[in-house]
């Protein structure tokens, strides 16, 4: 690989961006960290050789900037993407129109390959509009960018996720613990994975124009990922399954609560599976052995257990 290659990751200084960054610098890249806030995305400079990482404003709203972020980059990676909408609209406007936008001044700007990060239940008939427009922003990638890979990751967990972390604090303070669609299951992915898949994308041709869904080795539903948790926090809240009609009101209640911690929207993925299709092509195809969450979670967890993780407690 060059060393003068330029990467745009659209999105880098998020919670998964911080480790595609990474990747892509220890390959080589000139990186540009393409967000709305490029103070945010200062910490990420040392990933790579002094001037290797360089932040740079981008909004997917905003076409010129997006050109500019674009123009003379080999490869485009676009991360970008939201769980709760700030007004009506909101997912279509970035996952679909965003992502459709990047797509076509990325082929226009010559772009050699293009990785669009999608999500597993991305499909025209999802219950959730997150998923309805997960997946019309594949559709307007492809249309744009025919040889753009697209990555379908389950839950993805590491150190600064939004998944294990919440759960571990709600566990922390209340002594019931609410379990909400608890047989869902899931296919929790490390973080690291995923920029290995995006890695690997980039540095393939025989990926271009591909779709790969990626999950963990392990596949458990919501209730024993959360025993699971509440193992390893050694805390012992009872847990409590919320009637659907009871947790469509708790949602309504809740996503207008600064952070949106539920929303409807969020209710109506919960209740659908969210693993590796059975004839999907995964991490196998993409030459990489997935992480046990076993090996990641359980680290970063300390914080949550009884005097901080500092002391044991008696089993």
Request: glycine fraction near 10%.
């Amino acid at each position: 690989m060059a060393t003068r290659s330029v990467a745009t990751v659209f999105g880098g200084s998020g919670f998964l961006g911080r480790y595609v960054v990474k990747r892509l610098a220890q390959q080589g890249h000139v990186v540009r960290v393409a967000v709305r806030r490029p103070s945010r995305a200062n910490d990420l400079r040392p990933m790579g050789r002094v001037g290797q990482v360089v932040p740079l404003y981008a909004s997917l709203a905003d076409e010129p900037s997006v050109a500019q972020a674009v123009e003379g980059a080999d490869v485009v990676v676009n991360l970008v993407g939201i769980l709760a909408e700030a007004k009506s609209g909101d997912f279509m406007r970035v996952h679909a129109e965003g992502a459709g936008r990047v797509a076509r001044l990325s082929a226009a700007a010559g772009a050699s390959a293009l990785v669009q990060m999608s999500a597993i239940g991305a499909a025209a008939d999802s219950p959730s509009g997150y998923g309805r427009s997960k997946h019309a922003g594949e559709e307007a990638v492809r249309a744009a960018f025919p040889d753009a890979v697209v990555l379908r990751p389950s839950i993805v967990f590491g150190p600064e996720d939004a998944f294990f972390n919440r759960f571990a604090g709600i566990a922390r303070l209340a002594p019931v613990f609410p379990l909400f669609c608890g047989d869902t299951k899931f296919q929790p992915v490390y973080a690291g994975d995923v920029a290995e898949a995006v890695r690997h994308s980039v540095d393939g041709a025989a990926f271009a124009g591909g779709t790969f869904e990626l999950g963990g080795p392990r596949v458990a539903s919501f209730r024993e990922l959360m025993a699971w948790m509440l193992h390893e926090l050694r805390r012992r809240p009872r847990m409590v399954d919320v009637p659907m009609r009871l947790a469509r009101l708790q949602a309504a209640i809740l996503e207008h609560v600064p952070g949106k911690p539920l929303t409807r929207d969020q209710l109506a993925m919960l209740g659908r599976d969210n693993v590796v299709a059975a004839q999907a092509a995964g991490f196998e195809a993409l030459g990489i052995a997935p992480t046990p969450l076993e090996l990641i979670v359980p680290g970063y967890l300390d914080r949550y257990r009884p005097g901080g993780g500092r002391r044991q407690i008696p089993q």
